[in-house]
C-alpha cells in the first residue's frame, strides 16, 4: 500500500464520498470490464438490485460480497435475497443482467436535510416538531 | 433520556456510547456527561465518528487534528463524576496524548452476513469462519499508518481500543501508565481556552441544536491528583 499524500493528522475534516446516483441504473455487461465494474458497483450499492441469469432465473436481493477471480467463471457475488435469509453465490458468469431496482435508503438522508426540515417546520409555526423516519418498505 | 431513565428505572444496567461529528460543541458533550450520570448511567464511551462510506450524511466527519482538539477540549479538565467504559489509555489517544497503530481484529463484527472483513467500520466483504477471516484478510492493507486512504481519519474504538488494552497488559509499564490514566483528571488550561472558541463545522445548513451547557472558566486541581 503506497503512503498516504497528505498525513492524516494534520487533517481537520475528512470529506466524504461523492456518491453516484444509481438507483434505476441497468448497465450495459458488454465486456469482462463492464462486468466486474458494474458488479463492484452492485456491492457498492445502499439498497437491492435484480440479477437475471443466463439460465432465466431472476434473484433480487442485496449483494453484500464478491470475490474476485482471476476470470468471470471463478468470480461471484453473494447475494441475500430479499425474501430468504439465505445467501447465494452466483459466478460474475452467469448473470446476463443486472439492475440497481430497489431504492437507496440512504439517498437524501443527510444531516443537512434533516435541520433543513426542522427549520422549515419551525418557519411554519409548527410547534413539538418530530421528524418521522420513512419507510424502508 | 426519557428511555434511559426508565431502563435505568427498570432495573436494567445501562451504559451508552457517544459518537461525535463536525460541529459538536465540546460543552454540549460534557454537559451531556453531567446529564447521563446523574440520571444514574453505570458508564460511558465516547468515539470521533467514521468516514463510513454508506452514511447518508458524507460532510460531517472529523479529521484526526479536529478529532484531537474536540476530545481534549472535552475531557481535560474531567469531573469525577464521570464514569467511562472505556481504557484510558484509549481516551489518551483520542485526546492526541499518545498514539497507537491500528489492530484491525480487535473488536470483529458479525452479522446476518457473516464476519465483516476486515473490521467493524470498513466493509470489504464477509467471511463465513473467524478463522476465514483471519487467514483471508490482508491486514497490511489497513489502518492509518497501511497509507490506505479509507482508514485515513479513523480513531474508532473497534481498531485502537485493542491496541490500547494490549498495551496495557502487555508491561508493568502499561499497567502502570494505565492507572496513572485512571487516576488523572487532566487539568489543562489550554483544553478549558478551546471551550471557549465557538464551534464553526465546516459544512453546515444552520446551527446544529446544542443542549445548553455552562463553558466552565477554570480548573480545579485537586490535592493528590497526578497532572
Known sequence: MSQPTIDPNSVEVMEGRQREQLEGWIPSLASEEDVRQALEKAFDYRGDVTLTLKDGRVVHGYVFDRRA?????????????????????????????LAFTGRDNAAGKTFEAWVRKYWEKKAAGEKNIAIQPEKLD | MEGIKAAVAGGFRVTTNTTLFDGADPNSVRGHFDDLMTVGVEAMMVAPGYTYEKA?????????????????????????????????????FIMGKRDFKCTAWAMPTFSIFGWQKPCYLLQDGYADTFQELIDSTDWSNYGTESGNPKCANCMVHSGYE??????????????????????????DKGALDLLHEPVKPVHSFNPLVQINAQIETHVTVEEGTRV
Open chain 2, 162 to 187: 485493542g491496541t490500547a488494552v494490549n498495551y496495557t497488559f502487555g508491561s508493568l509499564k502499561g499497567l502502570w501508565e494505565t492507572a496513572k490514566a485512571m487516576m488523572n483528571l487532566y487539568p
Open chain 1, 69 to 97: 477471480g482471476t476470470s468471470l467463471q471463478d468470480s461471484a457475488v453473494r447475494v441475500m435475497p430479499s425474501e430468504e435469509r439465505t445467501k447465494l453465490t452466483i459466478p460474475y458468469s452467469d448473470i446476463a443482467a
Open chain 2, 56 to 92: 447518508p450524511d458524507q460532510k460531517h466527519f472529523l479529521g484526526r487534528a479536529r478529532s484531537r482538539r474536540l476530545f481534549r477540549a472535552i475531557l481535560s479538565n474531567r469531573k469525577k463524576s464521570w464514569k467511562f467504559n472505556a481504557n484510558y489509555l484509549y481516551l489518551e
